[in-house]
């Protein structure tokens, strides 16, 4: 049986899932799309995360063109060959936030503000700011290839990467490094992070850094412990 081929729409859809989700890996999104009379769509829906000004900034590249309300009509103007589809006519951002995340900027704002009136017409600009400010959603790192031998360590010849993020406890600076290749043996691994002051979190789907460990990762580090 041949295999099905996407739309465009579907296409597009899953070119900005496969994007989003290498860019914000911890973060859930849906993206769906829709062809009816006249052309297609696709939306993005997620929660909490990036803002939907940064997911924008990447999705709107996926829309073939925009509608000129002086005109009226549709102005077409393709898309990048390199984003590997069509795009779509329409492309929406739905960006939820979770009561429990709205409790937490709100008590930043009152605390960097004073005390807010919800009824005030700048109060939602002033918690945009406290989020951009206290809460920026950090995306992933560029993924760190390791050269196979280099450094002689059990990262050797795996791929990995290093993400810059934060702790929920108290939004300190940490680093997460996500092995990519399957490790059959895990316990030599965790014992030679550990070494070079990582341990794994189960939340983070990770080993945990406090310092950048891109430097330890080659191996000097682990080469010196050893000594």
Request: overall charge neutral.
């Amino acid at each position: 049986m041949a295999k099905r081929q996407l739309t465009g729409a579907a296409l597009t859809a899953k070119k900005i899932k496969e994007r989003l989700t290498a860019l914000y890996p911890r973060v859930k999104f849906s993206v769906t799309s829709d062809t009816f009379s006249m052309g297609n769509s696709v939306d993005i829906r997620w929660t909490d995360g990036p803002t939907s000004e940064a997911v924008n900034a990447i999705t709107k590249q996926y829309r073939y063109g925009s509608f000129d309300g002086m005109t009226d009509s549709y102005d077409y103007s393709g898309i990048d060959p390199a984003l590997g589809c069509d795009g779509a006519k329409y492309v929406h951002c739905n960006r939820r936030t979770s009561s429990e995340y709205r409790t937490k900027i709100a008590a930043k704002a009152d605390e960097h503000y004073g005390s807010l009136n919800p009824d005030d017409p700048g109060y939602h600009g002033k918690l945009a700011d406290i989020e951009k400010m206290f809460f920026a959603y950090p995306p992933a790192e560029p993924k760190q290839a390791v050269v196979p031998g280099q450094g002689g360590t059990m990262l050797s010849g795996l791929e990995y990467e290093v993400i810059k993020d934060v702790d929920t406890r108290d939004q300190s600076e940490l680093y997460v490094v996500k092995i990519i290749t399957r490790v059959k043996d895990f316990k030599p691994l965790r014992q030679e992070m550990k070494a070079i002051g990582g341990y794994y979190s189960r939340f983070k789907h990770g080993f945990i850094f406090r310092e950048d460990p891109t430097i330890a990762l080659k191996g000097n580090v682990a080469e010196e412990a050893a000594a």
